[in-house]
């Protein structure tokens, strides 16, 4: 059974740094794409970022370029997001989503949610002024 768990969220300060990682379990192999989107209540989900660990190759939403990054850590499977000079904008759940094998579309195009099966819980990022 794989298990998708997010870890790391809180509350920083505009202007800060926070690193929000996805722990994934149970995949046969290590080769998984990775999105992860972030929610506000009220408005449409966000894919923030996104990886394919087979080769490393990765996306990043134009509002967040610069700013955020997304690596991997393969022998921990865990993907991290670190989030740097982060923006009252950025107050979000963060969420984690996979898919075994690959990703459905290229990563230049984003993680598109309806593409991921499993799912982490989320996790609360808040950004105070």
């Known amino acids: 059974r794989v298990q998708v768990m997010e870890s790391g969220g809180g509350t920083v300060q505009a202007g800060g740094s926070l690193t929000v990682s996805c722990k994934v379990n149970?995949?046969?192999?290590?080769?998984?794409?990775v999105g992860w989107f972030r929610h506000v209540p009220g408005k449409e989900r966000e894919a923030a970022a996104g990886?394919?660990?087979?080769?490393?190759?990765?996306y990043l939403a134009a509002s967040v370029k610069g700013r955020l990054t997304i690596s991997q850590d393969s022998a921990k499977d865990t993907i991290s997001l670190q989030m740097n000079s982060v923006k009252i904008e950025d107050t979000a759940i963060y969420s984690c989503?996979?898919?075994?094998?690959?990703?459905?579309?290229?990563?230049?195009?984003?993680?598109?949610?309806?593409?991921?099966?499993?799912w982490g819980q989320g996790i609360q990022v808040t950004v105070s002024s």
């Open positions: 990886i394919f660990t087979g080769i490393g190759n990765t």
């Open positions: 989503a996979t898919r075994h094998y690959g990703c459905a579309r290229p990563m230049a195009s984003g993680p598109r949610q309806s593409d991921f099966p499993e």
């Open positions: 149970g995949y046969t192999t290590r080769e998984y794409c």
